[in-house]
């Protein structure tokens, strides 16, 4: 008995320690604790348990350590506590897409951390000391916050274990530290540094396992540069994102890169001829090469397979027609300088497929279509010497002098039977001079090496010459064996030769000076329009050549003549002190309304204009922010239509930028569908809301095609529709609007921005844009219009939550689509089949695939034959006015005339009231009349 009782005291024992450890608080409850206050202990979250083991979204082990902490996505704000380097099993952190800001705590020493999340939040800080023994880290993600300048530190060594690091628009500066690759970093599969103030080269250390590599859109000068030549050896890469920075060179052989799905080099420095070895890459979907400086044949892709961004832009492609070969003389040129490094010099004159007509390209000289004289004395060539100098046969004088030239004298220029010259001096030549024809005079003075078997020197800085322009400008002194006549006409030759190159050099430098680089699509630049006015500026946006992405730099520079679109603006620069004036300094009373980037303001002017003026946050003039406000005042200065907002002026005055439109009293779009009860509105009835999305898809189609560039709005949405005091609808905000490609097909690569519930799905999930992504915004809206629903609703159900995919659930079941429209709506027989009608239209919008979606200009002829039925309302008039329509014109004026007891005053061409009954002479064709029936315009 005793034993029993024994035996029952234990059990019990036994279940009294397991209640107790289970209802003991976790290790790390203060820490969590101190993250809940320092992030305002948001209700949301439901954190009220002691026990931070059993809150949402946080999970711990058996010894109750917190081990995940997954907030992402929760709107949060507040900052990060320093207290999280205390969670000593915290393997995953998640604090993506919040509005979290101040620095970063370090988290140095947590070596169970395996994954860190703090993208899309407000960050200020990055420590230097954060990597430091997180030896097991495998994924950071730190892209776009607004960092303070910082390096990549050296304590990233620590995480050998790195898998991805992201950190796109992070506000990173320096170089690519060598040490990300070699054995250091030997499971690094993914790097995107887009976006920061990166500059310099790619290290040749950087790690070959990389699958996917993001270095485009560096910010300020100079940026990253040098040759790509490294990402031939990293045969694992699968995406190459190189475009918009000032990478020279040619591009190498991609033949082992089998895996290669997305080539992005626009927007570079980039020489030479595209090697077939791209072309035949087996799994290749993208390419963008637009805005180089290639040469050689336009390569020809299999464009039902590869979306090819390839404009001619700055590139030097012989023809237009891809796939078809070059002159043999611009062949033979390209082999001579490949060598050379495809020198940027060259290839930029380098144009159009006759290199002596209509004029001779430069160091060319020609004789009735042939070669004869070759000089590229003191250009800072370094590389070797082709032997392919020997195809041309015509050539007489050959000089290289000045130059970093390496290696030997080919033999084969002594079969060039015309060879009178050729200067070689000053360079870095080693070997035997070949035997020459006792008619060649050669130079080779100034090779140290020149008769030795090997060459005692070190190699040149930088390889090959890529876009160096520079050099010592020394000539040659002439050979001893030639006699005096000739040692005259060199020298003076050689000083006429380095007058003129010198003089292109100069003038090359000084273009170079003033372009900088090419420049990246729709990017917009503010220059003063003189020195006396400082308020006056111009801006220029460059024109598209299939832009994209990418980058959205803002250095001074310019594209190509063809490419730029310059706008006059100095007109609607309005002072901040009008603005303070007219905002009362910008009360609360005076407050519109707030968005994302700043807060609107009503405003009235001194002739009694109403405005509305939209006062970007000082937080938020980043790169991103600024780039918005400069795209707004360029798209809005080229663009004017009924159904597009008008901007009237803007401001930048030190850290102020403001934007001024005309006043639309009614506010948006959203006001009068979503919160029309809280607003005490009416609600909109159906033929209100039909003439509104009429309204938009006018304004739309305009951007897209009737306007003088096609452009993509890319955040079509109910708040950025505003309304009139007669409910008529203008589209407004066009800070994300981008140019589209002019041929209106293919599409463009875009940092991901807009609205979530209105991206279109390949947008949303390639970055990619063409104008049917405001189709589908658009889609969205108009299911809006018909259902009262936002397009993302976190009350409903989670089945219908999205709106598009309910709306399609429910239009599929026409007995319950009824369901589906709004209760404030008056459904009779005619009203209902309208509505019908624009359903079926928002589900072709709003179609999966890009090319089964209308482009807007259908929309718009379906939308105007429900909205804009005529009616007559009056009998036809004709008969009070007894005009016979068989009667010619004269007839018809002469009996209207005598019904309104008028007559014609034949002086001024106008109607005057007509005192006297009497019959006056009517003119045949009276002056000003006839033509108001022939004006171009129909009115």
Not at 75 to 99: A, C, H, R, W
Not at 258 to 267: A, H, P, V
Request: aromatic content about 6%; overall charge neutral; charged content about 20%.
């Amino acid at each position: 008995m005793k034993k029993v009782d024994v035996g029952i005291c234990f059990v019990l024992y036994l279940v009294c320690f397991a209640v107790s450890v289970e209802s003991q608080s976790s290790p790390d409850a203060s820490s969590m604790l101190a993250l809940r206050e320092s992030i305002g202990n948001p209700t949301s979250l439901g954190w009220s348990d002691p026990n931070p083991c059993k809150w949402v979204q946080v999970k711990c082990d058996g010894s109750n350590r917190v081990t995940k902490i997954q907030i992402g996505n929760q709107n949060l704000k507040g900052k990060l506590p320093p207290d999280l380097k205390n969670l000593t099993s915290l393997t995953i952190l998640e604090v993506m897409k919040n509005q979290l800001s101040g620095p970063i705590p370090s988290l140095a020493g947590l070596s169970s951390l395996t994954d860190v999340l703090f993208n899309n939040n407000n960050f200020t800080e990055m420590p230097q000391d954060f990597f430091t023994g997180l030896t097991s880290l495998r994924k950071i993600y730190l892209d776009y916050n607004s960092f303070s300048p910082w390096q990549i530190p050296e304590t990233l060594k620590d995480a050998s274990s790195l898998q991805i690091f992201s950190a796109n628009q992070a506000n990173i500066t320096g170089t690519i530290p060598d040490f990300l690759g070699g054995d250091t970093f030997s499971v690094l599969e993914q790097l995107h540094l887009a976006f920061n103030y990166l500059q310099g080269p790619i290290p040749l250390s950087i790690a070959k396992t990389i699958t996917s590599l993001w270095l485009n859109g560096q910010n300020g000068e100079p940026q990253l540069n040098g040759s790509i030549a490294v990402i031939q050896n990293m045969t694992a890469l699968t995406e190459v994102w190189l475009h918009s920075n000032q990478f020279t060179g040619p591009i190498p052989d991609l033949s082992g890169l089998i895996s290669l799905k997305q080539l992005s080099l626009r927007d570079n420095h980039l020489t030479g001829i595209v090697p077939l070895s791209v072309l035949n890459l087996p799994g290749l979907a993208i390419v963008n090469l637009t805005n180089n400086f290639l040469q050689g044949p336009t390569p020809k892709f299999d464009t039902s397979i590869v979306a090819v961004d390839m404009n001619k832009g700055t590139n030097s492609f012989c023809l237009d027609q891809p796939g078809t070969s070059c002159d043999d003389r611009v062949n033979i040129l390209l082999s001579i300088v490949q060598p050379l490094g495809y020198p940027a010099v060259l290839a930029e004159d380098w144009k159009a497929n006759d290199p002596c007509s209509p004029k001779p390209w430069m160091g060319i000289s020609c004789l009735n279509g042939s070669i004869t004289a070759v000089n590229f004395q003191n250009l800072g060539f370094s590389g070797t010497i082709s032997p392919n100098f020997s195809k041309l046969p015509a050539l007489k004088e050959l000089r290289l002098s000045g130059n970093s030239l390496t290696g030997t004298i080919p033999n084969e220029l002594t079969t060039l039977s015309n060879l009178r010259r050729i200067d070689l001096s000053n360079n870095r030549l080693y070997g035997k001079v070949p035997n020459f024809s006792k008619n060649v005079d050669v130079i080779t003075d100034g090779n140290p090496d020149i008769g030795k078997d090997i060459s005692t020197l070190s190699p040149p800085p930088g390889g090959p010459s890529g876009s160096d322009s520079g050099g010592k400008k020394s000539s040659g002194s002439g050979n001893k064996n030639s006699n005096t006549g000739k040692v005259v006409g060199s020298v003076v030759g050689a000083i006429c030769g380095v007058f003129i190159v010198g003089i292109g050099v100069c003038l090359y430098a000084r273009k170079r000076r003033r372009t900088s680089r090419v420049q990246s699509p729709n990017t917009v630049v503010i220059h003063p329009r003189n020195e006396g006015d400082g308020n006056a500026v111009k801006i220029t946006v460059t024109g598209s050549s299939v832009t994209g992405g990418g980058s959205e730099s803002h250095s001074i520079t310019s594209s190509g003549p063809s490419d730029l679109h310059v706008v006059e603006a100095g007109s609607l620069v309005i002072s901040i002190q009008v603005l303070r004036n007219v905002t009362n300094n910008f009360s609360d009373e005076n407050i519109l309304g707030r968005g994302g980037f700043g807060t609107v303001y009503k405003g009235e002017l001194h002739d009694g204009t109403k405005i509305a003026v939209k006062r970007m946050e000082s937080g938020v003039v980043s790169e991103k922010g600024l780039a918005e406000f400069m795209s707004e005042i360029a798209v809005l200065t080229k663009v004017r239509h009924r159904h597009l907002v008008t901007l009237i002026g803007y401001c930048l005055e030190g850290n102020e930028r403001l934007l001024v439109y005309e006043y639309m009293p009614q506010g948006t779009l959203s006001r009068h569908l979503f919160n029309w009860k809280e607003e005490d509105l009416k609600p909109l009835e159906w033929t209100r809301r039909l003439t509104i999305a009429l309204d938009v898809a006018r304004g739309v189609e305009y951007l897209h095609t009737l306007a003088h560039k096609s452009f993509i709005h890319r955040d079509l949405k109910p708040s950025n529709i505003l309304l009139g005091d007669d409910m008529r609808a203008k589209v407004a905000d066009f800070g994300l609007v981008r140019l589209a490609p002019e041929n209106g097909k293919h599409s463009i690569e875009t940092r991901l921005a807009g609205t979530f519930g209105y991206l279109a799905p390949e947008y949303a999930v390639t970055g990619r844009v063409t104008t049917k992504v405001d189709v589908f915004s658009f889609g969205v809206i108009l299911m809006e219009l018909i259902s009262g629903r936002k397009a993302l609703d976190e009350t409903q159900p989670e089945d219908s939550v999205h709106l598009v995919t309910w709306f399609r659930r429910m239009h599929v079941n026409k007995d319950i689509f009824r369901k589906a429209i709004d209760r404030t709506v008056e459904l009779d027989e005619e009203t209902y089949s309208s509505v019908s009608t624009v359903a079926e239209l928002a589900g072709h919008c709003c179609a999966r695939e890009p090319y089964q979606r209308p482009d807007m200009g259908h929309v718009v002829n379906v939308l105007s034959s429900l909205a804009e039925l005529w009616k007559p309302t009056k009998p036809d008039s004709e008969d009070i006015y007894g005009i016979d329509l068989d009667m010619t014109l004269p007839q018809a004026l002469k009996k209207w005339q005598a019904y309104e007891g008028s007559t014609i005053d034949d002086s001024s061409s106008s109607l005057i009231p007509s005192s006297e009954n009497t019959q006056s002479s009517i003119p045949t064709r009276p002056s000003g009349f006839a033509d108001s029936f022939t004006s171009a315009d129909g009115r």
